[in-house]
């Protein structure tokens, strides 16, 4: 597997007051939304808005000394962190997972950002910051498929791997599940990657929601890529990289962005579909995991 990178930026606001908790262990959680808007311009020159609200949590004792700087819903700020994959037993049978960002560092923006006041109650940034950066392998064989209009759209899972020394010195490993997708010219040019394949990722984090077949309103975290970059096998590793196989591992990236109903932006991803236009700040908001304490957070 490539060396994983995993990489998030998110400036938006504090979409309600964060909290502070402790699971069963005594590890203290902060946690956060923070809410702001991709503004996406379309050929025609109109504007749309395209919300996004991503759960944000830290750990140990910098949760607490988060906690002591009493943010306030509405306030904005900057994070950088990583993606986090987690997976847990549903009360009612089956596992279940997610997808939110953990923090590595938080700071408060010294201005009063302008807001959208959020039919849930909440606020959001009218603008904000919204970019990721991954390097992993894929998952699966991917497919690339069209939608009825005629839009090539290819999903790609991703796992990225994780590493680090724990407080007795031993080497932990943790592989982050994490689903990407892909449109137009930026699809058909990825369209031969296959299972296993290194490549790096850029583009921004998306809220999709769904009810399932039970009914039960679902929501999750992916990534919508505007660039791609397919690496030679053995990238990352240390290990001598081997000769690539044909196509797939080329170089590609696109210019275009995804685009829906003719919308489309230089340097942005702007397809819209069914994603975070029509979330709304509560919608499965309070459907995350029981405070246990052995959650892989």
Known sequence: MARGMNHVYLIGALARDP???????????????????????????????????HRVSILGKPAEWQAERNLKGGDAVMVEGSVEYSQWEAPEGGKRSMVRVK???????????ELVQDAGGGV????????VILIGNVTRDPELRYTPAGDAVLGLGLAVNETWND???QRQEKTHWIDVTLWRELAESM?????????????????????????????STKVEATRVEALSRGA??????????????????????????????????ANTG????????????????????????
Do not use: C
């Open 191 to 219: 369209k031969e990657l296959r299972k296993g394949d290194p490549v790096l990722v850029q583009g921004r984090l998306v809220n999709e929601a769904w009810t399932d077949r039970d009914g039960n309103k679902r929501n």
């Open 274 to 297: 069914n994603r975070s236009g029509g979330l709304d700040i509560d919608q499965g908001l309070d459907d995350f995991p029981p405070d246990e304490e052995d959650l892989p957070f």
């Open 167 to 169: 407080r007795q010195g």
């Open 19 to 53: 909290e502070l908790r402790y699971t069963p262990s005594g590890t203290a959680v902060f946690e956060a939304t923070i809410a702001g808007e991709d503004h996406i311009v379309g050929n025609d020159g109109r504007e749309r808005k395209l919300p996004w609200y």
């Open 124 to 131: 959001r940034m009218s603008s904000g910051m919204n970019e």
């Open 236 to 269: 990352g590793t240390g290990n001598p990289a081997a000769t690539p196989a044909g196509p797939r591992t080329q170089t590609a990236s696109s210019a275009a962005r995804p685009q829906s109903g003719g919308y489309s932006q230089p340097n942005r991803a």
């Open 103 to 113: 923090a590595l560092r938080m700071e408060q923006l010294g201005y009063t950002p």
